[in-house]
């Protein structure tokens, strides 16, 4: 998980950009999306994705939901 992966962030309430590490995605996850599921703490969240550039593939794809 050093070469290729995403990050899901929360941004630190009252912070206009600090944000805390919270889960870091890698390898192949397109037959276990239903693991995927990621509820955030709080109103904002931050993706990071990092890549090495040594392989090319089709992207990644999200979907969000907000719920009351």
């Known amino acids: 998980c050093s070469y290729d992966y995403l990050e899901i962030l929360e941004i630190v309430p009252g912070s206009n950009s ?26 904002r969240l931050r993706l990071r994705f990092v890549s090495d550039y040594s392989h090319h593939y089709g992207g990644f794809k999200a979907k969000v939901s907000m719920e009351n």
Do not use: A, E, I, Q
């Open 18 to 43: 600090s944000s805390v590490p919270t889960r870091k995605l890698c390898g192949d996850w397109s037959s276990k999306l239903k693991l995927l599921r990621y509820v955030s703490r709080g109103p």
